[in-house]
């Protein structure tokens, strides 16, 4: 079993869907990427929260295998973002961001973190990634995502930090923008070529398509009868499929393909209710029964 | 192994993708079906042609073990329909449909049909297909496909069907207008309580949901990395699922799930090239390899 370390945004969520309102409840990539992947192993958080961070609003954290020394504390507002869902959760409107104290933030590394073998990089700029990056000591698989704001606005810096990992996981929508191509396939292996070895392309409710060696390995979303708020759900994926990982220590393809159904089965309580409600909740018992319902799910026998 | 008999069109296709035209080549719902079913057991197709259907294409069916008794050649032109596709083909507009000589269609089964067990019944007028089941003697499994124009226009019709049948093979927007819910879950199951025990929702490149007893299997559409043209994949998944569950003759979860596969596998092929070419050329080899993908495209070891 391995650590992981993992810097991104801890983040007030104010958050609209079909079904109700959640306001300035906690959130952000690196907060549900952490909770989810503590599931499996140890984490080490690098982020920054403002003062208006309360000790109540870190116990989120609290009685996980989440390390917080990489937590920066500073004076100001910590970052806020508001989104709106439509109907069918198929859109999602941004009402505001306010990145406050992440406008400044450089991410500096405990000297207790720098020897961490997994390292996930949550969407944000480039070239804060890179300087995460910098710090670590030799990674031995590094993952990182991004998004349509950086691929558009920071081409250079992104190829930068893609020719340094191993894995991307992002949407079907930013591979497209990524690769220029339609198909997913060519898609694929057009950004295999920029640098990421494993591509992880996410489709929200359609589950996940991965590369391989010789094709891909495909798993769909649990089909849900109660989607309450789809916000995270992503990051909680790359949570539970890097903590796999890191807990699995080895690289085959039974244990890559196990981490895609781990990342899958998380995400799928994450969407259950508003926020973090449902993974604060989540008990191992929960998850495990629904990793065994995701083999029921797919399962077929050979023709 | 049993034999299926369908019902619907038989028809000139004209279609147009970003990548290319074919013009007035043989289509239509019950020409895929019956191809693609014809790769597991005996086919008795019921449609109806003008006298500009040739004997050269009616070569199509030639050499399968498709049963044309059924097919009636009546003076006036065949039914026409022209569509054209986004440059991503996930939208496709009709550019007209010439119900010709389909407008007066009366199905009439040749007495050799009536004891067919397994049933077909695609995308036509909900009342034509009741009018197939009157004829049929006691069959043993009916699934029906149908489309948001009847869903609309005929909805006492369509429910009236819908009460007989045991499977319905929809796309997922149609399966939510029928059931009134966004929600496919729901849709699911609010559709269950109007008929048919097995639901089969259809999403195109992401692959098939199917309901169970409890809960779901999903399978993922093939990754595929040329995508001439997506006509007919609907009709010819329903083909090979309805073919593969007639061949194997009992109905239980290991036979089920792997007619999903069957179909899944014979539309990945349809969709390679334009109108019935990939069909027309597929070897049982081919499909046999291509099970074989679907395998190791979705597997994984139990966690």
């Known amino acids: 079993m391995h650590p992981i370390l993992t810097v991104g945004s801890v983040a007030f969520d104010s958050i609209k869907t079909p079904f109700g309102e959640a306001s300035r409840v906690v959130g952000g990539a690196a907060t549900y ?9 140890d984490v080490r958080l690098v982020a920054v929260v403002g003062d208006d961070f309360t000790e109540e ?3 989120v954290f609290s009685g996980r295998r989440i390390d917080l020394t990489g937590l920066q ?3 100001g507002e910590t970052f806020r973002w508001k989104g709106e869902y439509s109907f069918d959760f198929n859109t999602r409107d941004t009402i505001y961001t ?4 992440f406008d400044q933030f450089r991410p500096v590394l405990p000297e207790s973190y ?3 073998p997994f390292v996930f990089l949550a969407n944000i700029h480039p070239t804060l990634q890179s300087e995460v990056l910098d710090q670590v000591h030799e990674p031995r698989f590094v993952a990182a995502d991004t998004m349509n704001f950086w691929i558009e606005g920071t081409p250079d810096e992104l190829r930068k ?3 340094r990992v191993d894995a991307l996981v992002i949407n079907d929508e930013e591979a497209r923008e990524l690769s220029g191509e339609a198909n997913l396939v060519k898609a694929a292996r057009a950004i295999q070529r920029m640098g990421p070895e494993l591509l ?7 589950g996940v398509l991965m590369t391989r060696d ?9 089909p849900l009868e109660e989607v309450s708020d789809p916000t995270g759900a992503g990051d909680t994926f790359a949570g539970g499929f890097m903590g796999y990982l890191a807990s699995a220590g080895e690289m085959t393809d039974t244990v890559v393909t196990r981490a895609i159904i781990a990342g899958s089965a998380l995400a799928s309580f994450a969407v259950e209710d508003f926020g973090l409600e449902r993974l604060l909740r989540l008990t191992p018992d929960e998850l495990q029964d629904r990793l065994a319902e995701f083999k029921r799910l797919t399962h077929f026998e050979a023709l």
Chains 1, 2 share one sequence.
């Open 33 to 41: 990427f952490s909770i989810a992947a503590s599931f499996f192993t």
């Open 57 to 59: 609003q870190t116990q």
């Open 73 to 75: 504390r500073v004076p």
């Open 98 to 101: 306010h990145l406050n104290v």
């Open 114 to 116: 720098r020897p961490t």
């Open 161 to 163: 930090v893609l020719g």
């Open 200 to 206: 992880i392309i996410k489709r929200g409710e359609y």
């Open 214 to 222: 010789r094709g891909f390995f495909a798993a769909p979303a649990m």
